[in-house]
C-alpha cells in the first residue's frame, strides 16, 4: 500500500514537472495532455485519473504563486500601518524595499511558474492575471481603509477607479519583469525605480483627509 503511494506521489510529481516544461514551451493552448502522458512515461488515460483537464493540470501549478504573492503585499500593509502613524518616510521606503526584495525572492525562486501565470497562461481563466492582482489590491486596500477609519485615523477617501490607477501604477514594473523575462541581476537594477514608485502610490493612498 505505501509502494502504491510513494508511486502515486513520484508520478503526480512527474506529471507536474513534465507539464510545466510543455507549458512553457508551447503555452497552454498548444499544449497537448497526450504530449505530456508520453513525456511522463504513462497512457493519457492514465493521465485523466490524476488530473481530469489540462486546465486543472495549469491550475496545480500557478495557484499557490498567487496566495503567496498577495500575503506578502497583506503583510507589507500591516507594517506600513504601524510606520505610517510614526510619520517616517525613511522607515516606510525601508518596508517597501524589503517587500519587493520578498517578491524577488518569491519571482526568482519559481521564475518558471511566474513565466507560466503571465506569459504562457492564454486560453486560462488566468490569461488576465494582472488585472486580477490590480483587482485584489485594490480590494484589501479598502478594506484597509475602512479598518483605519475604525482606529480614528482619518485619510483622503479614494473611490474604486483611483484606487484602481494607483495600484496599476505600482505593480506595472513589476509584473514588467516578469513579462520581459529579465534576469535576476537586472531586475536588481530596477529596486530602487520600484521603492519610488511603491512610495510615491502608497503616500497617495495614506494622505491625511482635508
Known amino acids: 500500500m505505501m509502494k502504491e503511494a510513494k508511486k502515486k506521489s513520484e508520478t503526480y510529481s512527474a506529471i507536474l514537472k513534465n507539464a510545466k516544461t510543455e507549458f512553457l514551451q508551447k503555452g497552454f493552448d498548444k499544449a497537448s495532455m497526450r504530449s505530456i502522458a508520453a513525456m511522463t512515461g504513462i497512457t493519457a488515460g492514465a493521465l485523466y485519473k490524476h488530473f481530469p483537464s489540462k486546465a486543472a493540470i495549469f491550475e496545480a501549478l500557478v495557484q499557490p504563486l498567487i496566495t503567496q504573492t498577495l500575503s506578502i ?32 525572492t518569491l ?64 505593480l506595472t514594473p513589476f509584473f514588467e519583469i516578469i513579462t520581459h523575462e529579465y534576469s535576476y541581476e537586472k531586475a536588481l537594477s530596477f529596486m530602487d525605480i520600484l521603492t519610488d514608485v511603491t512610495y510615491f502610490c502608497w503616500t497617495k493612498i495614506m494622505q491625511p483627509e482635508k
Open 107 to 170: 519571482v526568482y525562486n519559481r521564475f518558471d511558474e511566474f513565466t507560466l501565470l503571465f506569459n504562457r497562461s492564454a486560453g486560462t481563466k488566468y490569461e488576465n492575471i494582472r488585472h486580477e492582482f490590480v483587482m485584489a489590491d485594490v480590494a484589501a486596500c479598502k478594506k484597509l481603509m475602512g479598518d483605519l477609519t475604525m482606529q480614528g485615523i482619518r485619510i483622503s477617501p479614494l473611490n474604486d477607479d483611483q484606487l484602481h490607477l494607483i495600484y496599476s501604477t505600482a
Open 73 to 104: 503585499g497583506a503583510d507589507f500593509s500591516e507594517i506600513a500601518i504601524q510606520l505610517f502613524k510614526t510619520e517616517s518616510a525613511p522607515a516606510i521606503k525601508e518596508a517597501i524595499r524589503i517587500s519587493i526584495q520578498n517578491l524577488y
